[in-house]
């Protein structure tokens, strides 16, 4: 764990705190050997060097994004397409149920090839 990182997540709020956490450790679990850093900002992940995901913490939500995404479809109201489809993000709002089993589920096949 990043000491930078830290830093970033315990400067939210208590309900993103949770969040950021639960997520970190479900990319932790996801990704073996994840190198993590905080980068323009925020904390982004790593697998051989590649990009693999960011957590992006806003006033009113946490945005979780993966990369390597193309092939990942959208879901109305859950996962978006950033840019060409290539990434694709999820928006998380203070008393959300947050479906951590399918967000590493999107994590585990964008980060195979890698």
């Known amino acids: 764990m990043n000491d930078d990182v830290t830093q970033y997540i315990n400067k939210t709020q208590p309900w993103q705190i949770d969040v950021c956490e639960k997520l970190r450790a479900m990319i932790d679990e ?19 060097g590649h990009h693999a995901a960011v957590i992006a913490v806003a006033k009113s939500k946490v945005s979780f994004m993966v990369f390597n995404a193309a092939d990942i479809p959208e879901v109305k109201g859950f996962l978006r397409a950033m840019g060409n489809g290539e990434r694709k993000t999820v928006d998380i709002t203070e008393g ?3 479906d951590y089993g ?7 096949k964008t980060t195979a090839a890698l």
């Open 96 to 98: 959300q149920d947050v």
């Open 102 to 108: 399918t967000l590493a589920g999107f994590l585990g």
């Open 30 to 48: 996801t990704i073996p050997g994840v190198e993590e850093r905080l980068q323009y900002g925020k904390p982004h992940y790593f697998k051989n």
